[in-house]
Every structure is written in structure tokens, then in C-alpha cells.
């Protein structure tokens, strides 16, 4: 017999959901509710809307066949039943009716259902300061939301931008106002560092020095206190714990929230955070209703915890779990390792598990392998440097998680795409050490960058190679703190090295070039410590070996070496350094 399956919400998993169970299921009377008249868009890709990248906002509710994805679309090509502007104001399991609401005349009715399906999505979360209702204080909480924000822009109104918030929304966002349209633009993070729990520091660094290079103010470890304006209600500075900072525009991208109330007031179980808590077949606590995309917890592969993953891939794969399983074919989401990728810029930033700081926070005995090399052979004219850091288990040999940055391009996105994979299976270094990945020097090196950042994880690990955290260095070189028997060993050759021995004391700095250390090394000091550097690293380790195997083992590997230190737009780096 014919269902009635109601779905809640028209955006992402909405949408995949009733498609894909109109698909399976021609009899049933699918209809799709939405309280907006936009719907099914790419909400990902409204900052690039924003940027100018997408040119109109159509191309969001487009499909790659260039039809428009609204009413008539879903009605007359899929084959459901559609109403926008429509609010969903209870669910009554008990009679199985949903109570809604006509958005413009306010009229109320009730719709009755067999399964209902809840993809309400998320909000941006709200700032509860003063001023957070003035005139030019954005979110985007909507695809109506980033229209107006574009037409703010467009206007011509607005010559300095503050960004609250320096996760991916946020640092999308900034790019998105200083590159088209030329905006002063400031980012304020709370955190002491941009992308918190996404990526651990030195990449962030590489990030933030990033940003600034192309005009944005970065401001971490620092707290928006309130919004001035200009007595006429709109917005003119930001006050912060630390400063104040002039704004025509205030965007605000302090994270969302999931839309767990109508499920609550039903209800049904929600996490304390407000998420809808379903099973791995995606159905709540009521067996007649199931949920989907923003709204939902979700479960985290390599913690093994309850986690939030508010993406439009994670929303699409769970929308066609609820359709198979309204169909009745058995099918689960088993959760998510946590992978994304962005851009910043001509740089792009990806990362899949956990970082070494949230693995840590998990109790695992984690510990951090960085590499830098080139992203195609290195001798091919276009090839540039990627950083890769590999966060591994030290007693079980786990691999909890990959992050990196290289150029804008789909280099890192392979390198994280088949991280992924592997991290969803539990691998240990030596599967992601051995792992076949596709070889042309226009492509990748021979040992490709992913296998060279396990094989430094295994020699970690093994106790093989000892490294120093770049924090401790830049600590030290910026002069924050003393270690008097520390002694950098350069030892790339003579024409790199000479403009840091021009500009540190040999009692500091000391360079001997790698292919000279085996015959030269009664010259280093015994009784200091070495702080080996190179380009990248791998010639340190080599170093490192061969000084354990003459008693001269109280030394440490700079891991990524001097290439990182570069992207870090450090003070102390000698201006003669080409």
C-alpha cells in the first residue's frame, strides 16, 4: 500500500532524500516542506557566490545540466509534491500529523504522515553582545542572507569588513570580501589560533601568514565584545578585549548550530547541543521518523565519539541512507573521520581525522610526523612545495589523522581523499608507508609525499628519529626563551646557509654542508645541543643518524624544516634569503 512520507526541510538531505525514495518507492506520496521560497542550493558555495567565483546565485540551485533545482523542478522532473514557504510548528506523533503554518498569511492546517523525515538543518551561531542588531551586522544563515550581503557589497557602502570567526566559514568569507571586492578586512578569532580542532598550529600559522600576505588583519586568542554604531543604527567599529577596529560591515561566522527543536518539543532524543540523536540507519527515537544532514549527530570513526559534521557531503550520503532504508533496504552511515578540504587564496588547506591536539584530548598516545617536498617530481617546471603532517598512535601504530597545504589545486585533495579511505578502515603506518598511489612526474613523485610522511611517522614512532616542536624553536630563535646549550647544524649547502651565518654568531648558528659532516664533524661542540636543520628535513634525519652513530646523541630534527619556517613570515628570517 501507497506511504505518505513527509520530508522537512528542502536544502541538502531533504532533497537526496525524497528523490532518491521516489526512485525506489514511484506509489508513495512524497512531499517536500520548506519554510523558504530557496531551495536545494549548494550552501558551501556561497562564499564563492560572494567572491564573484559563481556569478549568480542560480548556478546554487542549478543542477549540472543547467535546470533550475526549484518547485516546478522537483515537481514536474522528480515527481513530488512541493511546498515552500510553509513552517513546520509541531509534529503530533501520537495522531502522526505535522501542524504547519502558511509563512505569509499565517493560516494553519495539519498534513498527516506514514514516515517523516526531518532535515532542518542548521543556524549560524549568534553573538550575545551589544550591538549584534545594528545595520550591517551579517550571518549567513540563508542563501536570502548572502543575496543581501552581495548587494551590500555591490553598493559600495563598505571599505573595511570584520569577520568574526576564524574557522573555514569565516576565512572563506574574508577572502571572498578583500580579493573582489577590495575590502580592509580584519578576522577575529576567539581561539589562540585560526581553524581550531581543524588543523593543529603550524599549519594554521602557514595559513594565517597566508592571509596577511594578501591583506587581511589576523587576530587571534581574542574575544568581540560589542558593535558601535553611528547613532542612525548602523554598525562602525568593533570592540574587542584588545582594541577597537573601524567596520562598515560585520560578518559574523562563529560556527551553527543544529535546528533540533521541532524534534525536542516532539519528543523525540536530542543531544545536549540541540542535535537530533539517531541510529546508523538514520531513524530517531520514533521508528516512524527519521533525520538528516545538519541537524543530526553523528558518530566519529577514530575517536569512537558522538561528533557534529555539518557538510553538504556528509547531508547528501545520510539523505540516501533514509531513503533506502523508507524502502526497506537495510543500509547504514557509519559516521565520519572528518574530511575537508578549502581554499585560501592561490593556497589550499585539507585535513581528514583528528588533529595531534584532539588526539591527545581523546587520551590517545599520539604523536605528530611533518614533511614537506614537492608535489610533482621535482624536476617539472610547475612543481611547488605541500606539507603533509601525519598524527599516529604511538603504542598501536593507528593512523588518527592527515592534514596539509599546497597550492590551490587537486594535489592535496588526492593525497587527503586517500587518507580518508584508509583512516575509515583503522590503518596503521606502515598500510599508508606501502599504499600504491599513482606515479607521472607531472603528478606526484616517486615516493609520493603520503608514503614520505609515514615513513617519518614509522621512524618516530621506532624511536629512529628525535624531532623538536616548531613552536620551541621559533620560541627560541625569537629570543621568548633560553637554551643556552642549543646550536643549529645547517647543513644545506654553503649558498643557502650563508645569510643565516652572516646573521647569527657561529655560537648559534653552525653550517656544514651535508655531504661534509661525516668528515667534518669534530668540529661541532659535544657538549651542545644540536637543533639539526635542512630544507625539509630528510637530510637532518640522515645527519641525525650518522652523529648517534659517533656518540654524539643528544640532537633533534627540525621536522619540515626551514621550508616551513619560510611560509611562517617569521621576524628573525635574513633578508637576503632569496
Known amino acids: ?213 594578501h591583506g587581511v588583519v589576523v587576530h587571534t586568542a581574542e574575544c568581540a565584545r560589542e558593535f558601535l554604531g553611528d547613532g542612525q543604527g548602523r554598525v562602525r567599529r568593533v570592540v574587542t578585549d584588545k582594541r577597537e577596529i573601524e567596520a562598515d560591515l560585520v560578518l559574523v561566522a562563529a560556527g551553527v548550530r543544529p535546528r533540533g527543536e521541532l524534534a525536542r518539543d516532539a519528543g523525540l532524543l536530542v543531544s545536549p547541543q540541540g542535535a537530533i540523536l539517531v541510529d546508523r540507519r538514520m531513524q530517531t527515537s520514533d521508528p516512524d521518523i527519521y533525520a538528516a544532514g545538519d541537524c543530526v549527530e553523528t558518530f566519529h570513526r ?87 603532517h601525519l598524527v599516529a598512535d604511538r603504542t598501536t601504530r593507528r593512523v588518527l589523522g592527515v592534514q596539509g597545504a599546497g597550492v590551490m589545486g587537486d594535489g592535496l585533495l588526492a593525497r587527503i581523499n586517500a587518507a580518508a579511505a584508509l583512516l575509515e578502515r583503522g590503518a596503521v603506518i606502515e598500510e599508508f608507508s606501502k599504499l600504491e598511489m599513482a606515479y607521472a612526474p607531472p603528478f606526484s613523485t616517486a615516493v609520493d609525499i603520503l608514503n614520505a610522511v609515514a615513513n617519518v611517522a614509522d621512524n618516530l614512532v621506532s624511536g629512529r628519529l628525535r624531532t623538536l616542536p616548531m613552536e620551541d624553536f621559533l620560541e627560541w630563535m625569537g629570543g621568548r626563551v633560553e637554551h643556552p646549550r642549543w646550536l643549529v647544524l645547517d647543513v644545506r649547502q654553503p649558498k643557502a646557509t650563508r645569510p643565516f651565518t652572516e646573521k647569527f654568531p657561529p655560537d648559534r648558528w653552525l653550517a656544514i654542508p651535508y655531504d661534509k659532516v661525516r668528515s667534518e664533524y669534530h668540529r661541532i661542540p659535544f657538549e651542545r645541543r644540536l637543533v639539526l636543520v635542512c630544507n625539509a628535513g630528510f637530510t637532518s634525519y640522515e645527519t641525525q643518524c650518522f652523529l648517534d652513530s659517533v656518540g654524539m646523541g643528544d640532537t633533534v630534527v627540525l621536522p619540515g624544516g626551514l621550508n616551513v619556517v619560510r611560509k611562517l613570515g617569521v621576524d628573525w628570517w635574513p633578508v637576503s634569503v632569496p
Open 1 to 213: 500500500m501507497a506511504k505518505r512520507i513527509l520530508v522537512v526541510g528542502a536544502v541538502a538531505a531533504g532533497p537526496k532524500a525524497a528523490c532518491r525514495a521516489r526512485r525506489l518507492m514511484p506509489e508513495d506520496h512524497i512531499i517536500l516542506i520548506d519554510q523558504d521560497d530557496l531551495i536545494s542550493y549548494g550552501g558551501c558555495g556561497i562564499p564563492y557566490f560572494v567572491s564573484g567565483d559563481v556569478s549568480d546565485e542560480k548556478e546554487l540551485r542549478s543542477t549540472s545540466f543547467h535546470m533550475l533545482r526549484d518547485n516546478t523542478f522537483f515537481q514536474d522532473a522528480k515527481g513530488l509534491e512541493v511546498r515552500t514557504l510553509t513552517r513546520v510548528v509541531a509534529i503530533d506523533r501520537a495522531r502522526k500529523e505535522l501542524h504547519i503554518e502558511d509563512v505569509k498569511s499565517g493560516a494553519r492546517s495539519t498534513l498527516p504522515y506514514d514516515k517523516l523525515v526531518l532535515a532542518t538543518g542548521s543556524r549560524p551561531c549568534a553573538l550575545p553582545i551589544p550591538g549584534n542588531d545594528l545595520d550591517g551586522v551579517f550571518s549567513i544563515s540563508s542563501l536570502h542572507a548572502a543575496i543581501a550581503l552581495k548587494d551590500r557589497l555591490a553598493s559600495g557602502e563598505v571599505g573595511r569588513a570584520v569577520v568574526i570567526g576564524g574557522g573555514a566559514i569565516g576565512i572563506e568569507m574574508a577572502e571572498a570580501l578583500a580579493d573582489l571586492w577590495g575590502v580592509e578586512t580584519t578576522i577575529v578569532e576567539y581561539m589562540p589560533q585560526l581553524l581550531p580542532r581543524v588543523v593543529d598550529r603550524t599549519l594554521a600559522s602557514i595559513v594565517q601568514q597566508h592571509l596577511r600576505e
Open 302 to 388: 577514530i575517536s569512537g565519539k558522538k561528533a557534529y559534521a555539518p557538510m553538504g557531503s556528509v547531508a547528501n550520503r545520510q539523505g540516501r541512507v533514509v531513503a533506502d532504508n523508507l524502502a526497506g533496504i537495510p543500509s547504514t552511515f557509519d559516521g565520519v573521520v572528518g574530511s575537508y578540504i578549502m581554499k585560501v587564496f592561490d593556497m589550499c588547506v585539507g585535513t581528514a581525522g583528528l588533529t595531534l591536539e584532539g588526539a591527545l584530548a581523546e587520551g590517545f598516545d599520539a604523536v605528530g610526523a611533518f614533511t614537506v617536498q614537492s608535489d610533482r617530481a621535482h624536476f617539472f617546471p610547475s612543481q611547488s612545495l605541500m606539507f603533509l
